[in-house]
């Protein structure tokens, strides 16, 4: 109840920090220049992305206007509940997902990243991402310190033994096979549950479940603990492509804002925390972030 208690009050004490930051006349600046300069002095560099930066690879956000799955929203899919009520209806949703990350590749903001990881690893200095995106884009463009707060589409996790693995299998059961069409006609397949995926470690047959954070989740204490460590060695942070709503996630950036360190929002529009933010630059991403990063 104490930690419920501590989160909420941590969420207001963040709200009331942009609120009045919001107020002030200064808005943001957006001298690339000025920017690059403080970059080239870091040391250990966050950047901070959501679903804005894998949009621009043509991923669906499930979100807002035309948001939907056949006629559900990821909210209502996205749930302990909906998989224990419907597992099939679920995997159908995921096995979709998977699908079309096969038909994409990772933007110019990705590869940037990537590369900028790379060279400063080189110089004795230290590049991290922390995603909240689960389409594993930055780690086929060349990232190699990734988090990814909310897990991975092509991870699985048992519901009897718990094991992790990583999947890849197209389709990862036969029974998923030409399914998953997001027509909103389309009949939902019903496929009975000893035909979804199963757990295939020492014989335990469990019910497999996608390895993601769904609405209602807390998150791993591991990958928690592992961000926590990062933001806080962090003396330069770059928030990309993330609507700033999203709790925990949302509180990352403020706080170190707080804290006096430098942060950058990379974004096609304005968030309810750009106001707390040293820096805003508007555009996609693509565009965007090569230039803030490069040598």
């Not at 970059?39 to 979100?63: C, D, Q």
């Not at 994409?104 to 080189?122: G, M, Q, S, Y």
């Not at 928690?224 to 962090?234: G, I, R, V, Y």
């Not at 508007?282 to 040598?295: E, F, H, K, R, Y």
Request: proline residues 5%; charged residues 20%; hydrophobic residues 40%.
């Amino acid at each position: 109840m104490f930690s419920r208690l501590n989160r909420n009050l941590k969420i207001f004490c963040l709200k009331r920090f942009i609120i009045h930051h919001s107020k002030k006349i200064m808005r943001p600046s957006s001298d690339m220049a000025a920017f690059r300069a403080e970059f080239a002095k870091s040391k250990h560099v966050v950047v901070l992305t959501g679903a804005g930066i894998s949009a621009e690879s043509g991923v669906p956000t499930f979100r807002g206007a035309g948001g939907f799955w056949r006629k559900w929203q990821a909210t209502e899919l996205a749930t302990p509940e909906a998989f224990s009520q419907n597992p099939s209806l679920v995997w159908e949703f995921y096995h979709y997902r998977r699908q079309v990350m096969l038909s994409k590749e990772p933007n110019a903001a990705h590869v940037a990243i990537a590369e900028c990881e790379a060279r400063l690893a080189k110089e004795g200095r230290r590049l991290v991402v922390i995603t909240q995106n689960i389409d594993e884009l930055h780690a086929r463009a060349g990232s190699k310190n990734v988090i990814e707060l909310h897990g991975s589409l092509f991870k699985v996790r048992c519901s009897n033994c718990g094991e992790v693995t990583v999947n890849k299998d197209n389709p990862i059961c036969r029974a998923l096979s030409g399914k998953g069409a997001p027509d909103p006609e389309a009949v939902d397949a019903r496929i009975p549950v000893d035909q979804l995926p199963r757990c295939k470690v020492g014989g335990c047959g469990g019910l497999l479940r996608p390895h993601v954070v769904w609405f209602g989740e807390q998150l791993d204490d591991r990958v928690l603990s592992q961000t926590t460590d990062e933001l806080h060695k962090c003396d330069i942070c770059l928030v990309i492509g993330t609507s700033s709503v999203v709790y925990p996630a949302a509180m990352f950036a403020p706080e170190l804002a707080m804290r006096g360190i430098t942060v950058a929002e990379f974004n096609v529009e304005e968030t309810p925390a750009t106001q707390s933010f040293g820096y805003h630059f508007q555009g996609l991403c693509g565009s965007t972030i090569p230039q803030a990063v490069a040598p």
